[in-house]
Every structure is written in structure tokens, then in C-alpha cells.
């Protein structure tokens, strides 16, 4: 079935793009976002939408303002929307794995054309990433370790398009890991990143592209637990 039309004001744009950098992980719980007056120049947009857009965000609670001193809008623990996001994963059947399968598709091409472009400068920043998800503690490293490492990548495909793609569906499956007490999965997806970027370094499209595959299927495993629940001896991957 077709989707619908819908109006988006430029305050809703503005919240939704925060959102999906809070989803990705680009800014992380207690984090400070920057001033209103730097955010709005970043953004390019007027402060009033900006204003507006943060609201929404506090009323969906992604944010708190704070006053004093150390004040500023900062990113909560998040508890709220993420209860909210696997909700809505629960309601909405199917989505989150059309989600994955986007995800799929779009990150074994950039692995593909990865191998098959990358230029040696642009080796470096996938490995900075590989280097830095090593030695990262607490969940919040994690998180920006895991994203520097996909950004990269896409990056070193040499599509602009298909690097925003990529960016954009991360944002739409929500990382709530907090929910849940585990441990990060650093050695699993450590061995992951490694496999995927030994591929790409070498050259080899195909192995690049599987490498990503599973990587991406075991990300499935683990939202699927953290939404419906699972074994109790599910695997704890990450993406």
C-alpha cells in the first residue's frame, strides 16, 4: 500500500533529524547539545524553529533543559522513548525488519563499493574506528565507536547518497541497550568490523558484502530480543 502525503513543518524536520543522531548514537545520554545560537547556524535554520523543535524533543523525552551555570539542553537517559520505540516496534509488525533488510541491502552495497573504491586515505578512518571500538569503556563510547566505524565505511564507498541512506536508516532502529543489563558485545563486534574492513582493504567485493551480512543478521537477533524477548541463550551482536 501506497504512503501517505504528510505536511512537515521545518521545526518537525529539525526534530527529527536530533532524534536520529540521538538513534545512532552521534549524541549520547547526558550529553550537551550545542548552544542554541551554534546549533541553529549548524543546522542553518532559524532559532524559533529550533526552539520548537526542542520542545517536542522534551515532550517526547529526549532531552532535559537545565539552568545555571553547567545549563543547556542536554539528552536524557532516554528510558521514556526508547519504552516508547520498542512499543512501537511491537505494534507495528514487520517494520523493524523492514528496517534490518533495508539496512541490508544498503550497507553490503557500501561494503561492496568499498572494496572496490576505497583509496588508501580513506582506509584511516575505518581503522580509527576499529582501533577506538578496542579500547572504548562504557556503553556510551560504544555507541560512537560502533557509528564512527559504519560512517567511515560509508564514506570510503564514494557515494554521497548512499552514505546519507545509510546514516538515515541507522537513525530508524533505535539502540535501547540501556533497557537491557548486558555487556556490551566489544569482542563480537570487534571481530565483525575486523572482517569487514580486512575485505574491503583487500579488495574482495564479495567477502566484504557477506562479512556485512552477518554482522547485520546478528544486529537482528539482538533487537528482536530487546523488542519480543528470546532464548536465553541468544547472541548478543551489534551493529
Known amino acids: 500500500m501506497a504512503r501517505q502525503v504528510t505536511s512537515t513543518t521545518l521545526a518537525q524536520a529539525v526534530a527529527d533529524h536530533l532524534r536520529m543522531r540521538i538513534h545512532r548514537g552521534d549524541v549520547s545520554p547526558g550529553e550537551r547539545l550545542p548552544a542554541e545560537r551554534d546549533l ?8 524559533i524553529s529550533l526552539r ?8 517526547d523525552g529526549y532531552v532535559e533543559v537545565r539552568r545555571g551555570s553547567t545549563g543547556g539542553t542536554y539528552v536524557t537517559e532516554l528510558r521514556r522513548p526508547a519504552e516508547a520505540w520498542r512499543a512501537r516496534m511491537r505494534e507495528q509488525v514487520g517494520e523493524m525488519d523492514d528496517i534490518l533488510d533495508f539496512r541490508i541491502a544498503l550497507e553490503t552495497e557500501t561494503a561492496t563499493l568499498a572494496a572496490r573504491r576505497h583509496t588508501e586515505a580513506g582506509l584511516v578512518p575505518i581503522r ?9 569503556i562504557g556503553r556510551t563510547a560504544f555507541r560512537q565507536a560502533d557509528s564512527r566505524f559504519h560512517v567511515a565505511l560509508a564514506r570510503a564507498a564514494g557515494n554521497e547518497r548512499l552514505e546519507e541512506a545509510v546514516e538515515t536508516a541507522r537513525g530508524e532502529l533505535f539502540s535501547p541497550r540501556d533497557l537491557l543489563p548486558f555487556r556490551e558485545p566489544v569482542e563480537e ?22 562479512a556485512m551480512r552477518a554482522h547485520l543478521e546478528r544486529a537482528r537477533r539482538q533487537l528482536r530480543f530487546i523488542v519480543f524477548g528470546a532464548a536465553d541463550d541468544a547472541e548478543w551482536p551489534t551493529a
Do not use: P
Open 189 to 210: 563486534t570487534l571481530r565483525d568490523h575486523q572482517a569487514i574492513y580486512e575485505a574491503v582493504a583487500a579488495g574482495h567485493e564479495g567477502e566484504a558484502a557477506e
Open 128 to 136: 580509527d574506528a576499529i582501533a577506538a571500538l578496542s579500547g572504548v
Open 52 to 59: 520548537e523543535a526542542i520542545r517536542q524533543l522534551r515532550e
Open 40 to 47: 541553529a547556524e549548524q543546522l542553518g535554520v532559524a532559532r
